[in-house]
T-cell receptor, first 113, second 113 residues
Framework: KNQVEQSPQSLIILEGKNCTLQCNYTVSPFSNLRWYKQDTGRGPVSLTI?????NTKSNGRYTATLDADTKQSSLHITASQLSDSASYIC????????????FGPGTSLSVIP | GAVVSQHPSRVICKSGTSVKIECRSLDFQATTMFWYRQFPKQSLMLMAT?????????EQGVEKDKFLINHASLTLSTLTVTSAHPEDSSFYIC?????????FGPGTRLTVL
């Protein structure tokens, strides 16, 4: 069964600190993996997208890694800001005719001053 | 980047009434759009896939007669919640692909009194 798991479920960090969120998946055949940021009451916003051949992708203070062999991905946030407080969702696409997507449950990040 | 809009952003209605939510792809054409529902502190749950010019495909457990979907053009899909009840109160999000990226609308908060 295709699944996406994320850890931790929630995380609280001090402003300015770094953190790493994890995503494990069992989706096959694999198409791509995306990380989204979802602020409360808003739609998800894309942070990164990676295909099978990509190991790392950065977007400002966000850096995502992908190990397609172990089916693991991480999202590293550097020098966290209060505005980073949100839910971070790992989404893995299955290679089908229209890219069926499987959502992870998300990690709720709270950055406190 | 591509933009998906939703209207309205928030709606409050009485039990038994019908509510229409619009989803538009603003700068790209989308033959397929997706409708999700999200309950508090949970991840997005796919309700249905909206196909331009043909019938929508509903996920298991989603009543097609209650959640009417119309994808009349390549840039517009509508979701109508018919005879809404308080348990239909939720956050509804649409999305569309502009390959390879999936873009989400900002969401519509539905509250049924």
């Amino acid at each position: 069964k295709n699944q996406v798991e994320q850890s931790p479920q929630s995380l609280i960090i001090l402003e300015g600190k770094n953190c790493t969120l994890q995503c494990n998946y069992t989706v096959s055949p694999f198409s791509n993996l995306r990380w989204y940021k979802q602020d409360t009451g808003r739609g998800p916003v894309s942070l990164t997208i990676m295909t099978f051949s990509e190991n790392t992708k950065s977007n400002g203070r966000y850096t995502a890694t992908l190990d397609a062999d172990t089916k693991q991905s991480s999202l590293h946030i550097t020098a966290s800001q209060l505005s980073d407080s949100a839910s971070y969702i790992c989404v893995v696409s299955e290679k089908t005719s229209y890219d069926k997507v499987i959502f992870g449950p998300g990690t709720s990040l709270s950055v406190i001053p | 980047g591509a933009v998906v809009s939703q209207h309205p952003s928030r709606v409050i209605c009485k039990s038994g009434t019908s509510v229409k939510i619009e989803c538009r792809s603003l700068d790209f054409q989308a033959t397929t759009m997706f409708w999700y529902r999200q309950f508090p502190k949970q991840s997005l749950m796919l309700m249905a896939t909206s196909n331009e010019g043909s019938k929508a495909t509903y996920e298991q457990g989603v009543e097609k007669d209650k959640f009417l979907i119309n994808h009349a053009s390549l840039t517009l899909s509508t979701l109508t919640v018919t005879s809404a009840h308080p348990e239909d109160s939720s956050f509804y999000i649409c999305s569309a692909f502009d390959n390879p990226q999936q873009y989400f609308g900002p969401g519509t908060r539905l509250t049924v009194l």
